[in-house]
């Protein structure tokens, strides 16, 4: 009797861990969605509404679910207290978040660089990087969709597979 018990707790710990693991792989695709819609919206503020990077900001993390709405709110905290530039503030507001999002380190190194230009040019130039950042994450996307696709069964099936397999080969 224990012995099954054992066996389903196995099962069902090596399950979990599998679906987990399935569940980063699209909560990143859809992180980098999100992600796209917030550039977007911060340019359509800049552009359009003649916007401050504060207030966009601000706004901005008001739409957006968490793990992102934490990223802009805490850039929008940083540029009021006034004690960085608007580079330090994005990078620092970047790494603060960092754990707590399913990308990858392409989706840093983009964002990272889109940091650096953010806030230096003129609406125009700085709406051609915000172009430029959205292609970057469009292709990061296509690639989290294909590993989404291709691992996602594979990393379930797998968790149930090994529980299986461990189960036998405690027995």
Known sequence: MIKWVGA??????????????AKHLSQRTRQLRQLKVALQSLEAEIMYG???LIVASQNISKQLPKPLSWFFEQFAKKLVKGH???????????QEIWRFTAFKQGEYEVLKQFGETLGQHDRVSQQKHIKLAL????????DAIDRQNRYEKMVKSLGVLSGLLLVILLM
């Open 84 to 94: 960085t530039s608007v580079k330090g503030a994005w990078e620092e507001s970047l």
């Open 135 to 142: 292609s970057h994450l469009e292709r990061e996307e296509v």
């Open 50 to 52: 003649h916007t401050s």
């Open 8 to 21: 389903i707790l196995i099962v069902i710990a090596t399950t979990w861990v599998g679906f987990e693991a």
